[in-house]
């Protein structure tokens, strides 16, 4: 796998892109009121000012539901077809230091839930976006866990949380969505990803297909980055190798995955190994899901997997990259 394509969208004087999703072949900036940029290089213009410190979002692949969310904040908004549902909140314990968590997909019957934590750090909820209405209400007390960075699988078979633990500790969480829906007491079992060869923190996770996941982690605490594969059907270790730096936000691409760390670069599963980086474009350190540290902010960035491209947006310069 290699680059096969490269477009570049210009920036007018002055433009600062805020967030990037995907919308067919279009990437719109939510939380800059909607701008949608093409890929021919013409745009089109923002249609609403929210007037807040929003800086991220999130978006159903229609675009019909999106939430813009303060990372390192306490609200949200959830949008339906670019207008106001409603206003979302999480806790304020620690929200200055990691990243809210929050996620959208679809039920099997068509319903768009939305994953978030509106009462507590601790504790997810499953709700109907369109009315708000729990569907997993439990009263018993979940377990001492920071959920970010909520993901479900594509199809929505499973929620996964790369959050962390007390003092602090980056982990991870994988929850069944049915199970959840049947019995919301699953979604406070604590797993923590216990993973052969892993023993030091897991940074970062993201979904390779309906049933697997990609992780970057540390073979011992502090040394010795991992990237690895886990099949959760087989609930088996497919694949764990060492790297030679940071891995970061991941997307994976089947024997492949993107890892964000500093600069976009591709990195071979099963080896490890480096096959191509872009050291021109810059897409910030994050690497677990506390970034209050960081003296720089992440760059709005727009992952594709289903087509194998990425979108970096610099001070220029939108680029989008296609693999295959």
Partial sequence: ???????????????RVKSLCWHGDELVDWVGGAKRYRLDGTFVEPRISWGYRFDRAVALPD???VVIYESLGTKGLLIRNGRLLRELNRSFYHAEAYEYPVALSRLADGRAVIAHCPEEYC??????VETGRR???RENKPADFFHSRLQFSPGGRYLLSAGWVWHPFDTGEVYDVERALAEPKSLDEIWHLKIEGVHG???AAAFNGPDTFVFAADAE???SPLVGVYDLTEGRL???????????TLMPLGEFAVGFFDHPKLFELKTGQVVQRWDELASGRENSSIIWHQETPTPA????????????????AITVVRLG
């Fill in 63 to 65: 675009c019909e539901y």
């Fill in 135 to 137: 569907l997993t209400a």
């Fill in 301 to 316: 960035l727009a992952l594709d997997p289903a087509n194998g491209r990425f979108a970096v947006a610099g001070a220029e």
């Fill in 1 to 15: 796998m290699r680059e096969v394509e490269r477009i570049v969208i210009p920036l007018s004087k002055g433009t």
């Fill in 123 to 128: 504790k997810i909820e499953i709700e109907e």
């Fill in 221 to 223: 605490i502090e040394q």
């Fill in 238 to 248: 497919v694949s764990l190798s060492p790297v030679a730096e940071q891995v970061g």
């Fill in 201 to 203: 923190e897991l940074h």
